[in-house]
T-cell receptor, first 114, second 111 residues
């Protein structure tokens, strides 16, 4: 079965550079969520989209932005990167009516800022 | 917002039963999830409770009491591969029903 695809798997950037993370949700899933997980921490909610519209915003820095495109894939854009942005970034998708099935997470993008 | 508490670490023996507790205080509730996460990997969905009571799924069961803001995940017949972090997550009742995660409980299963 198709899963949530994230790219790239690993990314190394220097401070003050920009990064773009991509997420391809499970086909027919209408909701996408982005989470940031630092070492030894729980996933922190960044932002979500429902039917290509931003639906909720969490602890996402102003330096970050995200959007969902007409084909339902989503991109997280990160600018002026800081060392503290080093983390695992997960994208998850679900059906808004299928809450009982939880989220399906992608394998994540490990971002390292040096 | 959501405030979710879980024990940080637990240790149990292979073949035994372990119960991982989760308490939450929420401004909006639309279900509680349990996820399993191995180090460096994505969380995987284990269970979902939205009504009070016990949900059983093979070796894993999850219980919810909404009035007490309390849930537990019960793992039976523990196996070494069950060593992982277990995350309790509360879904809110916003448009897309985002989930807020607890800090996770690291379970170590010993032979």
């Amino acid at each position: 079965a198709a899963g949530v695809i994230q790219s790239p798997r690993h990314l190394i950037k220097e401070k003050r550079e920009t990064a773009t993370l991509k997420c391809y949700p499970i086909p027919r899933h209408d909701t996408v969520y982005w989470y940031q997980q630092g070492p030894g921490q729980d996933p922190q909610f960044l932002i979500s989209f429902y039917e290509k519209m931003q639906s909720d915003k969490g602890s996402i820095p102003d330096r970050f932005s995200a959007q969902q495109f007409s084909d339902y894939h989503s991109e997280l854009n990160m600018s002026s990167l800081e060392l503290g942005d080093s983390a695992l970034y997960f994208c998850a998708s679900s059906l808004i009516t299928g809450g009982a099935y939880g989220y399906t997470f992608g394998s994540g993008t490990r971002l390292t800022v040096v | 917002g959501q405030n979710i508490d879980q024990p940080t670490e637990m240790t149990a023996t292979e073949g035994a039963i372990v119960q991982i507790n989760c308490t939450y205080q929420t401004s909006g509730f639309n279900g509680l999830f349990w996820y399993q996460q191995h180090a460096g990997e994505a969380p995987t969905f284990l269970s979902y409770n939205v009504l009070d009571g016990l949900e059983e799924k093979g070796r894993f069961s999850s219980f919810l009491s909404r009035s007490k803001g309390y849930s537990y995940l019960l793992l039976k017949e523990l196996q070494m591969k069950d060593s992982a972090s277990y995350l309790c997550a509360v879904r809110d009742n916003t448009n897309a029903g985002k989930s807020t995660f607890g800090d996770g409980t690291t379970l170590t299963v010993k032979p």
